[in-house]
């Protein structure tokens, strides 16, 4: 029996105590003091007028107003600019007769908003409660982040959504020797041709090929921009003008934009896209059976037309179909098995836009500011295309971090 009432009265204890614990804290008066704003538009006076009324949201202690503080601020002007140290704001807190001041700082610190509060306890001139917070940069909800912050300071729960979309997220970034680096610069290498680019270029000039080695020369520029940086992941956008066969009198221009990516720390670097230049068509036919021709010649339309009339004594005529049709069925044998619904590459056709995709893998090389980029490729279009390595190099002047501060 004697146990029960000791519990009895023990509790009862307790629940007295922290009743006038709570009455005593809501009867306890706290004053605030202008913060130190730095890099952020919100005023002082704004940023003061926020802390004031999340104070009050709390209900647990007697707030001054501006307007209880007017007389003491206009007293000593040290009060309204520079009072941020712990001095100082004990000399104001007496000067209001208050038991705690209240004060801070907001910073813009790259991409994040640091808030510091700390509560000074004016009769005993310590630090009665202080906490600092890291915010995502979103100055227009500068008040929900002192609401939270205040909140945590007295232990009470918080908005864990409201939370989680303020709170500064502390992603990957580059690294200082990654940075965002301009890596553009002059490139220059060589090709070798295959399927029916090989042919076009081999081809004798007087059939409509360019007559050429099945090789060329490549000069050209690349641009390069980095939107995507990790210490271990690169993402790139790439353009390249490139102008090809200088070496044999030829000039062949040609763009090409690319996306790449780069891995780790060796540099190793992928890359496709695709391609584009200019091409001469007609539309015509290869004699690979040797019907018409000793060495399986190419016949445009045109060179059709010649031949036809040179061998029948007719103009020449066709179906429907595009099949030509010869005067006569003896001498007709045979040509009925080419027509001239294919175009194919002619120096003498016409000028059409040339379509292509190229796929490039390789590495950069590093020698101090030096960069040296080494790829090999394959531009591939219909029937052939191109197989080569090219080589650049670029100087480092100057490198910038993804999130300018």
Request: proline share 3%; net charge neutral.
């Amino acid at each position: 029996m004697k146990t029960q009432s000791f519990f009895f009265v023990l509790l009862t204890f307790l629940i007295s105590s922290t009743f006038i614990a709570q009455v005593t804290d809501a009867n306890q008066t706290i004053a605030v003091a202008n913060p130190n704003v730095t890099s952020l538009t919100v005023k002082t006076e704004s940023a003061a007028r926020m802390m004031r009324l999340e104070l009050i949201k709390l209900n647990k202690y007697k707030v001054y107003d501006e307007f209880d503080m007017a007389d003491v601020i206009k007293s000593n002007p040290e009060y309204a600019q520079d009072c941020f140290g712990q001095n100082c704001l004990i000399k104001l807190g007496n000067s209001l007769n208050t038991d705690y001041v209240m004060c801070g700082s907001l910073d813009l610190l790259g991409n994040k908003i640091a808030i510091t509060l700390k509560i000074i306890d004016v009769k005993n001139k310590t630090i009665f409660k202080s906490a600092v917070r890291e915010f995502d940069n979103q100055e227009l909800e500068i008040q929900r982040m002192i609401e939270i912050l205040l909140k945590e300071m007295h232990g009470v729960a918080t908005d864990k959504v409201v939370v989680d979309r303020l709170a500064f997220k502390n992603d990957v970034i580059t690294s200082n020797s990654l940075g965002k680096i301009n890596n553009s610069g002059p490139r220059v290498g060589a090709a070798g041709l295959v399927g029916s680019v090989y042919e076009f270029a081999t081809r004798p000039e007087d059939q409509g090929g360019i007559g050429i080695a099945p090789f060329v020369s490549m000069i050209g520029y690349q641009l390069e921009g980095q939107y995507v940086g990790t210490e271990n992941f690169s993402a790139l956008v790439e353009g390249i003008f490139n102008v090809s066969g200088l070496e044999q009198g030829q000039f062949i221009p040609s763009f090409i934009f690319m996306n790449g990516f780069r891995f780790g720390k060796g540099n190793w670097e992928l890359a496709f896209g695709p391609g584009f230049g200019l091409k001469q068509v007609s539309d015509g036919f290869f004699d690979k059976e040797n019907k018409f021709s000793l060495d399986g010649r190419y016949f445009s339309r045109s060179d059709w037309d010649t031949y036809a009339y040179e061998t029948y004594g007719n103009d020449p005529q066709y179906n429907t179909n595009g099949y030509f049709i010869a005067p006569t069925p003896a001498a007709a044998s045979g040509v009925s098995t080419y027509d001239f619904s294919e175009s194919h590459f002619d120096k003498r056709g016409v000028t059409k836009l040339n379509t292509s995709f190229v796929f490039a893998i390789g590495r950069t090389f590093k020698a101090g500011s030096l960069n040296i980029p080494v790829n090999v490729f394959y531009s591939s279009q219909k029937g052939g295309g191109y197989t080569g390595f090219n080589v650049g190099f670029n100087v480092l002047k100057s490198k910038k971090g993804l999130n300018k501060l």
